[in-house]
């Protein structure tokens, strides 16, 4: 009997049966944003739902069966803990106050298609890996945001206190600007003055309008360059670097499933792997601590082509 479980959790069927439930219970989420559909096919979309989370159920519990006889392995993979919150969140009570929760519950079953579609699951995976890196790369963007915020409130507020009257305005106005959403008219007022532009609805607020032709497009010029065309382009390679790290990883595992497979020495051979990896690493740092020292001593440093 286990081994029958067994089989029918890592079979391709399976998988694809429990993907295409995940699509069914995205729909029916969708559907249930119409009223009229909600009135007309609310009693068999109950029921369909019910039986879309007790197919989740039996998923999980096959799955954990699959791991006997010890069931806990389940949860070593973060995936499979993925599922079961998810699982577990649907049954939340939905009487009263919980209604709401219990329906953003039900909508989190869409995204088990992350676990469903490997590569979707390496995207996901990808951007995971990059959030320490885009956390230092967020950090020295909000500095950039608080320090023009500043200036522009300073400069810029008495002119155009429609965009620039307060801190929190201002870094709000500048969101607007990096995202290049109508920026030169921010830009304009500041050039022009609020009399002369982008105030005609709302004169009332133009009470010290300021022409600053040079300021204003120095100011805003400089601020999409560093914002727009350098830090957020940032936060694109940092993504694609996680996604060639994630592939790369997800390629030795293959292989080393493979070499498994096969019967082959796969520990020696992923261990020596890591070794040779650690010791290029360390290569390479010895190497450009020495470029250093000799650049500083003015000498040079002649590599076997050079001599």
């Not at 300021?215 to 830090?231: D, E, Q, Y």
């Given at each position: ?209 300021e022409a600053q032709p040079i300021v204003g497009a120095v100011f805003f010029a400089s601020f999409v360059l560093i914002g727009t ?79």
């Amino acid at each position: 009997m286990l081994s029958i479980i067994k089989s029918i959790a890592s079979a391709d069927a399976f998988n694809n049966f429990i993907t295409a439930v995940i699509v069914l219970a995205g729909v029916l989420i969708g559907i249930e944003t119409y009223p009229s559909a909600t009135e007309r096919w609310g009693g068999i979309m109950h029921v369909l739902d019910q039986i879309i989370l007790w197919i989740f159920v039996a998923e999980v519990a096959i799955k954990m069966t699959a791991e006997a006889p010890k069931p806990w392995r389940y949860f070593r993979d973060p995936w499979n803990c993925f599922d079961f919150v998810i699982v577990a969140a649907c049954f939340v009570p939905g009487a009263g106050s919980y209604a709401v929760i219990l329906r953003l519950a039900r909508l989190l079953r869409v995204l088990k298609l992350v676990r469903a579609l490997p590569r979707l699951q390496l995207l996901v995976s990808a951007l995971l890996k990059s959030i320490p890196s885009m956390f230092y790369v967020t950090l020295l963007l909000g500095l950039l945001f608080y320090v023009y915020a500043v200036a522009a409130t300073f400069l810029f507020g008495p002119n155009d206190p429609l965009h620039f009257s307060s801190l929190h305005l201002s870094m709000l106005s500048l969101f607007r600007v990096v995202t290049l959403e109508d920026w030169t008219d921010v830009m304009y007022i500041a050039m022009y003055g609020c009399d002369q532009y982008g105030y005609s609805d709302a004169m009332i607020q133009c009470t010290q309008p300021e022409a600053q032709p040079i300021v204003g497009a120095v100011f805003f010029a400089s601020f999409v360059l560093i914002g727009t065309m350098v830090i957020l382009n940032l936060f694109i390679g940092v993504i694609l670097k996680s996604m060639e790290d994630t592939a790369l990883e997800q390629e030795l595992f293959l292989e080393a499933e493979r070499l498994a497979a096969s019967g082959e020495d796969t520990p020696d051979l992923i261990s020596q792997l890591s070794t040779l990896s650690r010791d290029l690493e360390a290569l390479q740092g010895n190497l450009a601590r020495i470029r250093h020292q000799l650049d500083q001593r003015g000498g040079g440093f002649d590599t076997p082509d050079q001599e």
